[in-house]
C-alpha cells in the first residue's frame, strides 16, 4: 500500500486517520463542562500541531538518520515565514506561491549553511548551526528592520499592510490567507449535544502537508539513501574508508530537512500572516531538538508526538489559572479545596514551564527512547507475551 | 463573497445533525445566527487576559492580571467596587456587563508576538472571549492589535509606550490608555530644561528594536527643541545583559547627560551600570552629569535599587496621586493583594472598566458599537484625572507624570516621587504627527468579525 | 588612547565571567564527558545564593512606627533585621551590606552540595546514554530550577550592591595622565576570576587528585584499571565546577542584579565559548572565554558599528563561525572529543 511495507502502511494509516479525526480526537469534553479545559480541538492549536508536526519530521531526517544534532534549525523556519509573507504583501494572499517560495528560501538558506557547517562534526557542528541561526536572529531583530531597508519589521514582526502593493490581489478575494479564495480562516463548527467540532479549513490543509511529509519521510527512512545516512551515523570513518565521500548525502538530508523547516514555517505565515523573529531564537531551535528527543529520535512519529505534547503544554495548561482551579474543586469541602489548590497552583497556569520541565526529565529517566517507547510498552503489555518475543525478532535488525 | 470565520461560536450551529454537518462543504457563508464575534448568548460574558507570565515580564504580567481579576470583581458587583464609585460615567451598576455576569480566561504572552498570538487566538476560538485586554511590551501589541481586527473583537492595549501603536500600526479595534513615547518626550522636556538647564548635551543609549527607536526619535526631538545636542545615540543590542562596553565611552563623550532608551531588564542593568561607572558623580562642561529614564516602572524602580536615586523618567500613573480615583483603586487594590499597584496594574484594570462602561453605554458587545461609545469618550475618576479616547487613532489624553528616583525612601514601595503633573494640552499632539505615521496612517474601518 | 584601554579593560572584566562559566562546564565535558545545559542554571543559582543570604541577613521582624504612614495611610511597620537587633546597628548593618563578599563563603558549601546531589542523582545515571538524552535531562533540570527559583524570588531583577568600599571607581590613568577610570567592583570580579582559574589549574596540576583527573581525562579506562575509583573523583570534580559556576554567580550580582533567567541568557554563549577554546581543552576555555569578551567590547565601539552595521549584535557568532572554520577543533581542542 503505497509502496511501503505492512508495518509502514499501518502506521501511515493511522496518522492519516488521527489528522482526518482529530477535530473529534482533541475535544473529548464536553464545551460546558469543567474538563473543557483540556480540549484541545481548536483551530490554532490544531494547525500549529501539525505545522510543528512537520518542523520536527524534518528535523528527525537529519539528526534522527544521520546523528548529526543542527541546533540552529529555526532559522530556516523564520526565513520560511519572511519569505511566504513577502508573497503576501508583494503579490498575492493565495497560499500556494507563498508556501513554494518560502521552501525554495529555505533551501537556498540551509545549502549555504549546510555547505559551510558540515565540514565539522559533532557539537562543532552544531555550534556553527547555533551561530548562523543568532545570527540571523540578531540581524532580523534589529538591523534589518531599520527604517531605510526594512526587510523584517523586527519586533513586531513581518505583516500585510494596507498600503501593501499585492499585485495580484482583487476585488472579491478575502483580504487574509486563501487557497484559491478558500480563506485559511474558515471554520465549519458542528454541535453533537454538548459537543461542539470544528473543522478549519488552514488545519487540514496543513494536515494534508503533514502527511505528504510523513510519507516522503517514510519512504527517506526506507530507501537505500536512509541506509546511507544512517551509516553516516553509526561509523563515518568506516564509510570514509569505503572510498564513499558522506558529505553529498549528509548535505542533502540537511537540505532536505531545512526544506521541511521552511514549509513548515511557510505554513504558519499561510495561517496567521504575521512573522516574528523570535522564530529564530536559539530556544525555538532548542524546541525542535526537544521535540524530536522527547518523542523519540529516530523514529518515525515520535518528533510528532513530541511537538504535539510541547505545544499542547504551552497552550493549554499555561491557561489554567487558579480560578480554573477553585472551578474543578468547588465540589470539595472550603479547606480542602484550597489545599487542592494551592498544591497544584504551581505547576499549571503561569508554571507551565516547571511541569514541561519536570516532562522533560521523567521521560528521558523512565523512558529512554521517548514517548514512542511508552507507546511501545504499552503496546506489549497488551500484545502479551508471544508477540513481545515476536517483536524482539523484528528488533534484531535496528536501525543503527 | 466568501465571509470566513475566526471563531467557533460565531457559526452556524449546525445542531445535532451530525450527518447534515459532515456533509456540508468546508466553508460557507456565514448565518445570521451571530451578529458578531463571539456574541455572548448566556449569562456570562467572557474577557481574555493575556500578559506576559513566563520571561522577564512575568512579575509585571503577574500585576496586570491581579489588577484585571481585581476589575472583573468590581464589575460583578463583588468587593469594594473600587473605581466604579469614582468613575464619572455611571453605567456601570455592578451587576456584570449588561446584564451578564463577567468571567475571564488568562493566558501567557511569554512577551512574544507569535506566542502571544497563539494565546490570544486559543482565548477567542476556545474560549469565546469577547474582548483581549493586557500585554507588557509594544511589539507584541500591535501584533495581537492586528489579529484582534482581523478576528472582530475589541483589543484594549496594556502595556504598550511604542508611538506605532497607536501611530502607524493603529487599528480601528484597538484601544490604549497607557502613554507613549511621544507624551513622555514632551512631558519631560520642559521638566529636563528647568531642572538641568536648557544648554546640555545628551548621550542616548537606545534598545534596539522598534520602541527604542521610536522613544530615541521623541526624546531627542523634545530636548533639542528646547535648546539641547544630541551628541551621539548609540544602539544596544536587545539581549546585552552587560552595558560596561556602551557606558564606558559615555565617559569621555563630552556629555553631560545620559538618556537610557531602555525597558526592563535592560534598563534596570544599563542603569547599574552607568551607575557603577560612577557617571552621576562626575562633573562635565562644568554641570553635574545626570542620568534620564525616559520610561519608568514600579518593578524596574525595583529592581535598579538604590541606583535610580534621583534619575528622572516619566510615567502614565503612580499610586501616590491624591486623586479620588487613585485613591479608590489603591484601596481597594492594596487591601487585596497587600501592596500597591504599578501603573501596568492600573492601565489594565481601567482599561476593563473603560471596555465595560462601553458596552453598557452602547447597549451591545459588538466590537463596532463598542468602539463607537469608546470613540472620543470623555471620563474623569480613573485616577489619571479627565481623560479623553480621541477618536482620530484611539488614544488616551491625559496627563503625564514626571517622576524622579527617591531619595529618602520611607517604606519599600517609596521608590518614585511625583515630580510633575505635566498636564493633558501639553502632550497632545495632531492624529497626523509624522511620528505617527503621518497621513498615511488610519484605523480602517471596525471589524465585527462574523 | 583611553578608551582603548577602556575596552580592553571591559573586554578582561566580561570575559572573566565568560572564562569561569566555561571553565567549570569543560571540566565537565572533560571529566564526565555530559553535555550539561544545567551549567547556566549553576551559575543562577550562585547568584541567588547571594540574594539568600542577604535577605537570610536581614530577616526581621516589625517595629510599628506611628510616626509614619504607608501607602494605605495605616501606621508604618519598619522593618527591624535580628542581626541589629544581636549585633547592634554598626555590625548588623555592615552585615547585611557585605552580604555579596560574604555569600562567597555560604556558597561554596551549597554549590558543591547541589554538583554532588546533581551527579549523584540524575547525571550519573546518563554517562553512557546519547549526548541527545543528556541534553535533554539537563535542560529539563535546568527549566526545573529556574522555575523553582522564579516561583520563590519572582522574575524581576533583585538588586545586590556591592559594599560601598568596593563599589567606586578607580582611575588607572592618573599616573600617565589619562582619563580611564573603572568601577572598582568590576575590578574585583577580575582578580576573583583570575584567583579561580588559577586555583583550579594549580589543583589539577600539582596535586596528586589532579594528576588522577587529568589521567582520567586523558584515559579514563585505563587509569579505572589500575585500581583508581575514578567515578568518585569525578563526582567531585562535578562539585567543584558546580561551586566555580555557583561563585561566578555570586560575584557577578552587583554587577548586574539577578534574575532567574540569567543562566539561559549566559548559557548559549559559554557553549559557544567552550567550543571555540575546543571541547576538552582548560586553557582553550580561559583563552577564548577572555578574547571573545574583548572581541565583544571593541565590536560595541560607534566606530565599529557605523564602519559594520549590527556588528555589536553577531560578533561573538561571527568568531566563533570563522575560529571553527580555520581550526577544525577550536583554538586547543583535543582530537576526538564530542566530534561524533
New interface residues.
Given amino acids: 500500500m503505497f509502496g511501503l511495507n505492512k508495518k509502514d502502511g499501518t502506521l501511515f494509516l493511522i496518522v492519516i486517520a488521527m489528522t482526518l479525526l482529530a477535530p473529534f480526537i482533541f475535544n473529548p469534553f464536553p464545551t460546558d463542562s469543567a474538563m473543557a479545559q483540556f480540549n484541545a480541538g481548536y483551530p490554532d492549536l490544531l494547525q500549529r500541531f501539525v505545522i510543528f508536526g512537520i518542523f520536527a519530521i524534518g528535523f528527525n531526517i537529519l539528526f534522527g538518520l544521520t546523528g548529526y544534532l543542527s541546533f540552529g534549525h529555526a532559522a530556516f523556519l523564520g526565513v520560511g515565514s519572511y519569505a511566504a509573507v513577502w508573497i503576501f504583501k508583494l503579490f498575492t494572499y493565495n497560499v500556494v506561491p507563498a508556501i513554494i517560495f518560502a521552501v525554495i528560501v529555505a533551501a537556498i538558506f540551509s545549502v549555504l549553511i549546510g555547505f559551510i557547517s558540515l565540514r565539522r562534526s559533532g557539537i562543532y557542528f552544531s555550534i556553527l548551526t547555533l551561530a548562523f541561526a543568532q545570527m540571523s536572529f540578531a540581524l532580523a531583530y534589529s538591523v534589518l528592520s531599520n527604517p531605510r531597508f526594512n526587510l523584517t519589521n523586527g519586533e513586531t514582526g513581518l505583516q500585510v499592510y494596507d498600503a501593501d502593493p499585492q499585485m495580484f490581489h482583487h476585488e472579491g478575494l478575502p483580504g487574509m490567507p486563501h487557497l484559491f479564495g478558500l480563506p485559511m480562516r474558515a471554520t465549519h463548527e458542528m454541535t453533537l449535544g454538548g459537543w461542539a467540532f470544528n473543522f478549519n479549513v488552514g488545519y487540514y490543509f496543513s494536515g494534508l502537508f503533514m502527511l505528504l511529509a510523513f510519507y516522503l519521510a517514510i519512504r527517506i527512512f526506507r530507501s537505500p539513501f536512509g541506509m546511507m545516512l544512517r551509516a553516516i551515523k553509526s561509523n563515518n570513518t568506516r564509510m570514509t574508508y569505503t572510498g564513499l565521500n558522506a558529505k553529498p548525502y549528509t548535505l542533502a538530508a540537511f537540505v532536505v530537512s531545512g526544506m521541511y523547516a521552511g514549509l513548515a514555517g511557510g505554513l504558519l505565515a499561510a495561517m496567521d500572516p504575521l512573522a516574528g523573529a523570535e522564530r529564530m531564537f536559539w530556544t525555538a531551535s532548542g524546541e525542535v531538538v526537544l521535540m524530536t528527543i522527547l518523542g523519540g529520535a529516530g523514529t518515525l512519529i515520535g518528533p510528532v508526538l513530541g511537538a504535539g505534547l510541547i505545544k499542547y503544554m504551552e497552550n493549554i495548561v499555561s491557561k489554567i489559572n487558579d480560578n480554573v482551579l477553585h472551578q474543578w474543586f468547588s465540589f470539595m469541602p472550603d479547606g480542602l479545596e484550597d489545599v487542592m489548590v494551592t498544591l497544584i497552583h504551581p505547576f499549571v497556569g503561569k508554571g507551565w514551564n516547571l511541569t514541561l520541565g519536570m516532562i522533560f526529565v521523567l521521560v528521558v529517566i523512565f523512558l529512554p527512547g521517548g514517548l514512542v517507547e511508552g507507546g511501545q510498552r504499552i503496546a506489549r503489555l497488551f500484545r502479551g507475551k508471544k508477540a513481545r518475543e515476536a517483536e524482539k525478532s523484528t528488533q534484531s535488525n535496528p536501525a543503527e | 463573497?466568501?465571509k470566513?470565520?475566526?471563531?467557533?461560536?460565531g457559526?452556524?450551529?449546525?445542531?445535532?445533525g451530525?450527518s447534515a454537518?459532515?456533509a456540508?462543504p468546508?466553508?460557507?457563508t456565514a448565518s445570521s445566527a451571530a451578529a458578531y464575534t463571539n456574541e455572548p448568548k448566556g449569562g456570562t460574558v467572557t474577557l481574555g487576559f493575556n500578559v506576559p507570565?513566563?520571561?522577564?515580564?512575568?512579575?509585571?504580567?503577574?500585576d496586570e492580571?491581579l489588577a484585571q481579576?481585581l476589575a472583573v470583581e468590581h464589575l460583578n458587583g463583588e468587593g469594594d467596587g473600587g473605581c466604579l464609585n469614582t468613575f464619572t460615567s455611571k453605567a456601570l451598576k455592578g451587576n456584570g456587563i449588561l446584564g451578564k455576569k463577567v468571567?475571564?480566561?488568562?493566558?501567557?504572552t511569554q512577551t512574544?508576538?507569535?506566542?502571544a498570538?497563539?494565546?490570544a487566538?486559543?482565548m477567542i476560538?476556545?474560549d469565546g472571549a469577547i474582548m483581549v485586554n493586557g500585554g507588557s511590551?509594544?511589539?507584541v501589541a500591535?501584533?495581537v492589535q492586528?489579529?484582534c481586527q482581523?478576528a472582530g473583537i475589541i483589543f484594549m492595549v496594556g502595556l504598550s509606550h511604542s508611538n506605532?501603536t497607536t501611530g502607524k500600526?493603529r487599528k480601528a479595534n484597538g484601544f490604549r490608555h497607557f502613554f507613549n513615547a511621544y507624551q513622555s518626550g514632551a512631558a519631560l522636556a520642559p521638566v529636563l530644561a528647568k531642572e538641568m538647564g536648557a544648554d546640555r548635551r545628551a548621550y542616548h543609549l537606545t534598545a534596539?528594536?522598534?520602541?527604542g527607536?521610536t522613544q530615541e526619535e521623541s526624546i531627542v526631538a523634545s530636548t533639542e527643541a528646547m535648546g539641547w545636542e544630541t551628541v551621539?545615540t548609540?544602539?544596544?543590542?536587545?539581549?546585552s545583559?552587560?552595558f560596561?562596553?556602551?557606558i564606558?565611552?559615555v565617559?569621555?563623550a563630552g556629555a553631560d547627560v545620559l538618556v537610557l532608551n531602555h525597558y526592563g531588564?535592560n534598563m534596570?542593568?544599563s542603569l547599574?551600570?552607568a551607575v557603577?561607572?560612577?557617571l552621576l558623580?562626575k562633573v562635565v562642561n562644568g554641570k553635574d552629569f545626570q542620568i534620564v529614564v525616559p520610561l519608568y516602572s514600579e518593578?524596574m524602580a525595583?529592581?535598579?535599587?538604590?541606583?535610580i536615586k534621583g534619575v528622572l523618567g516619566s510615567m502614565n500613573w503612580n499610586?501616590?496621586l491624591q486623586d479620588e480615583g487613585t485613591k479608590a483603586f489603591?484601596?481597594s487594590f492594596?487591601?487585596k493583594y497587600g501592596k500597591?499597584p504599578s501603573n501596568s496594574a492600573q492601565t489594565c484594570y481601567a482599561q476593563v472598566l473603560l471596555y465595560a462602561d462601553a458596552c453598557e453605554r452602547a447597549g451591545t458587545f459588538n466590537p463596532c458599537g463598542v468602539a463607537e461609545a469608546l470613540e472620543g469618550f470623555e471620563f474623569d475618576g480613573l485616577g489619571n484625572g479627565k481623560t479623553l479616547y480621541r477618536a482620530e487613532d484611539h488614544q488616551c489624553f491625559k496627563d503625564v507624570l514626571v517622576v524622579r528616583g527617591t531619595q529618602n525612601p520611607?517604606?519599600q514601595?517609596?521608590t518614585l516621587e511625583i515630580v510633575e503633573v505635566t498636564p493633558v494640552e501639553q502632550v497632545t499632539y495632531a492624529p497626523n504627527h509624522p511620528m505617527f505615521g503621518g497621513d498615511?496612517a488610519?484605523l480602517?474601518t471596525c471589524n465585527p468579525g462574523a | 588612547m583611553d578608551s582603548f584601554i577602556l575596552q580592553i579593560l571591559n573586554g578582561l572584566d566580561k570575559g572573566s565571567a565568560y572564562a569561569l562559566i566555561a571553565l567549570g562546564l569543560t571540566l565537565i565535558f572533560g571529566t564526565l564527558g555530559v553535555v550539561n545545559f544545567a551549567h547556566g542554571a549553576l551559575f543562577m543559582i550562585g547568584a541567588f545564593c547571594a540574594v539568600t543570604l542577604q535577605r537570610l541577613l536581614s530577616i526581621s521582624h516589625t517595629v510599628i512606627d506611628e510616626t509614619q504612614k504607608d501607602f494605605l495611610g495605616n501606621p508604618l511597620k519598619v522593618e527591624q533585621p535580628y542581626v541589629i537587633d544581636w549585633f547592634g546597628p554598626e555590625i548588623g548593618n555592615g552585615l547585611i551590606e557585605w552580604s555579596v563578599p560574604l555569600a562567597v563563603i555560604f556558597a561554596i558549601p551549597v554549590m558543591v552540595g547541589v554538583g554532588y546531589a546533581m551527579e549523584r542523582g540524575l547525571i550519573k545515571h546518563f554517562y553512557n546514554r546519547p549526548h541527545a538524552d543528556q541534553i535533554l535531562v539537563t535542560f529539563g533540570l535546568a527549566i526545573v530550577l529556574q522555575e523553582i527559583i522564579k516561583y520563590f524570588f519572582g522574575a524581576n531583577p533583585i538588586p545586590t550592591p556591592a559594599p560601598d568600599a568596593l563599589n567606586g571607581v578607580v582611575n588607572f590613568g592618573a599616573a600617565l595622565g589619562l582619563e580611564v577610570t573603572y568601577p572598582l567592583w568590576r575590578i574585583v570580579y577580575f582578580c576573583f576570576a583570575a584567583v579561580i582559574i588559577g586555583a583550579i589549574f594549580a589543583f589539577l596540576q600539582f596535586t596528586t587528585f589532579g594528576m588522577v583527573v587529568r589521567a582520567g581525562m586523558a584515559d579514563r579506562e585505563t587509569v579505572g584499571l589500575l585500581g583508581i575509583n575514578i567515578d568518585r573523583r569525578f563526582t567531585i570534580m562535578f562539585g567543584i565546577a558546580a561551586a566555580v559556576a555557583g561563585l561566578a554567580g555570586v560575584m557577578y550580582t552587583p554587577i548586574n542584579s539577578p534574575n532567574y533567567h540569567m543562566g539561559m541568557d549566559f548559557l548559549v554563549l559559554s557553549f559557544v565559548v567552550v567550543v571555540v577554546g575546543g571541547m576538552g581543552s582548560l586553557p582553550g576555555a580561559v583563552l577564548a572565554g577572555f578574547m571573545l569578551g574583548i572581541l565583544e567590547s571593541f565590536a560595541s565601539t560607534t566606530w565599529a558599528t557605523t564602519t559594520i552595521p549590527g556588528i555589536n549584535q553577531v560578533i561573538i557568532y561571527l568568531v566563533a563561525i570563522i575560529v571553527l572554520l580555520t581550526r577544525p577543533r577550536g583554538l586547543m581542542g583535543r582530537k576526538g572529543v564530542m566530534e561524533d
Wanted: aromatic share 10%; no cysteine.
Fill in positions: 463573497m466568501t470566513s470565520n475566526f471563531t467557533r461560536r457559526v452556524l450551529k449546525t445542531g445535532a451530525a454537518g459532515l456540508m468546508m466553508f460557507f507570565q513566563t520571561g522577564p515580564y512575568a512579575d509585571e504580567g503577574n492580571l481579576q468571567t475571564f480566561v488568562s493566558g501567557d512574544k508576538s507569535d506566542a498570538r497563539a494565546s487566538k486559543s476560538e476556545k511590551s509594544s511589539g500591535v501584533a492586528g489579529l482581523d506605532d500600526d534596539d528594536y522598534t520602541w527607536w551621539n548609540v544602539k544596544t543590542p536587545l539581549a545583559t552587560d560596561s562596553s556602551y564606558a565611552p565617559i569621555n531588564g534596570v542593568n547599574t551600570n557603577q561607572f560612577g558623580d518593578l525595583a529592581g535598579a535599587g538604590e541606583n499610586w501616590q489603591v484601596k492594596g487591601e500597591p520611607t517604606n514601595y517609596d498615511e488610519s480602517g
